[in-house]
C-alpha cells in the first residue's frame, strides 16, 4: 500500500497537511496520502468519497486529530489543464460545495508550498469553477460562484424562541440569513448563540422550507452592525452544518448576505461591503449584476499555521474520528 492509500477496507497509515487559518477559521489541506478515488468529475468524487471513502474524512478533521470546526481540502488533478487544481471541501460532519475561507486557504497554502504564483489562477470545486487571485503570501481575493437570494422574509416557528424570519440564499452554500433575532453578536456570547441558531437549523430541517430544487439549507447566518462602523459595514454569526460556528465572516455566507443586499438594491455593483465576524476578522466584497445572479468577490488573508504527517495506528480505536457518527445533524 502506498504511503496515506486507502483501501476499500480504511487501513489508514499516513497523510501529509499543511495547516492554516483564514480570519481564525482553519483549513487543513491534504498534500499527499488519501484515497485512490477513480471518479472523474468533483461531484462524481464526492459522491465515491461519501459512499466508499468516508472515514478518510472523519479521521483527517473530527478528534482526536482535528475539531469539530476544521474544514479539510483534498485536493484533486482538474480535468482542464487551464484549472490550477480541483479541491473538495469537507467538515466534521459531511461535504460541503464550496468554502470561501477554505479557498484562501487553500491558495496561500499552495502558495508557500511553490505550487501557485503571485496572479490569478482558477480552482475547480464541487459548485463549480472560481478564480482566486494572489494578491502577496497571504492575501487572497475569490471569485465565488454566482450567488442569489432564492426567497425573502420567509417566517420560521422555532419550539421555544417564537417565528423568526429570514432569507434564504445561495452563496456556494445555502443559508438561512436573519436579522431578527434579538441577539448580541459577540465572541462572549457564541455558547448562547450556537444554541439559539441549531434550534434554527433543527425547524428548518423538521419544515418544508427548502432552497432551490428541495436541497437542504444547512448553515445559519445572524446579521446585525458591526462592532465599528469604521472597520466593518456589517457582523455576522454563521453557524455550519456540524454544529460549529464560523470563526471567519465566512465566504459563502458573505456571498450570499452581498447576493441579497444587491437584489433588494442596498448595495450597488461595484461597492464594497466590509463583512465582520464573530472574532473580528473581517472580509471585503463586492459583487456585479449578471441577470438574477450576483457575482461575488471575496478578500481575505490567511496564515500558514503547521505542516505535519498524520498517523493512523492499527490499534488506535479512535484512528477514523471520536464519536463522528454522533454528530450528524437532521437530514444528513
Known amino acids: 500500500m502506498q504511503r496515506g492509500e486507502v483501501s476499500d477496507g480504511m487501513n489508514l497509515e499516513q497523510i501529509d497537511v499543511i495547516d492554516s487559518h483564514t480570519g481564525g477559521e482553519p483549513t487543513r489541506v491534504i498534500l499527499a496520502g488519501g484515497p485512490v478515488l477513480n471518479s472523474r468529475s468533483l461531484p462524481e468524487c464526492v459522491d465515491e468519497l461519501r459512499k466508499k471513502h468516508d472515514a478518510f474524512r472523519a479521521a483527517v478533521v473530527n478528534e482526536p486529530r482535528g475539531s469539530d470546526v476544521l474544514?479539510?481540502?483534498?485536493l484533486r488533478p482538474a480535468q482542464d489543464a487551464a484549472i490550477a487544481a480541483g479541491v473538495i471541501f469537507f467538515n466534521n460532519v459531511g461535504y460541503l460545495g464550496m468554502c470561501g475561507h477554505g479557498t484562501i486557504g487553500v491558495a496561500v497554502t499552495l502558495a508557500a508550498?511553490?505550487?501557485l504564483d503571485i496572479g490569478t489562477h482558477r480552482l475547480e470545486t464541487p459548485a463549480g469553477t472560481i478564480t482566486v487571485t494572489l494578491h502577496d503570501a497571504n492575501r487572497?481575493?475569490?471569485?465565488n460562484v454566482a450567488s442569489y437570494c432564492y426567497r425573502r422574509n420567509v417566517a420560521l416557528h422555532v419550539d421555544g424562541i417564537g417565528t423568526v424570519h429570514g432569507d434564504i440564499a445561495w452563496g456556494g452554500n445555502w443559508f438561512f440569513l436573519v436579522s431578527d433575532h434579538g441577539q448580541s453578536l459577540e465572541l462572549a456570547n457564541a455558547d448562547k448563540l450556537t444554541d439559539w441558531c441549531w434550534k434554527l437549523r433543527l425547524a428548518l430541517d423538521a419544515s418544508?422550507?427548502?432552497g432551490a430544487g428541495g436541497a437542504q439549507i444547512d448553515h445559519i447566518e445572524?446579521?446585525?452592525?458591526?462592532s465599528d462602523s469604521r472597520k466593518a459595514d456589517g457582523r455576522n454569526f454563521v453557524l455550519c452544518p456540524g454544529k460549529a460556528y464560523d470563526r471567519s465572516p465566512c465566504g459563502t455566507g458573505t456571498s450570499a448576505k452581498i447576493a441579497c443586499l444587491m437584489q433588494s438594491g442596498d448595495l450597488l455593483p461595484g461597492e464594497t461591503w466590509r463583512q465582520e465576524s464573530i472574532t473580528?476578522?473581517?472580509?471585503d466584497a463586492v459583487g456585479e449584476l449578471a441577470g438574477d445572479h450576483v457575482l461575488p468577490t471575496i478578500t481575505g488573508s490567511a496564515w500558514v499555521t503547521g505542516r505535519t504527517t498524520l498517523i493512523f495506528e492499527p490499534g488506535d480505536p479512535f484512528r477514523y474520528g471520536l464519536l463522528a457518527a454522533a454528530r450528524t445533524p437532521v437530514g444528513q
Open 71 to 74: 474544514v479539510g481540502a483534498l
Open 113 to 115: 508550498e511553490g505550487r
Open 140 to 143: 487572497v481575493s475569490v471569485a
Open 208 to 210: 418544508t422550507i427548502r
Open 222 to 226: 445572524l446579521c446585525g452592525p458591526p
Open 280 to 283: 473580528g476578522s473581517v472580509f
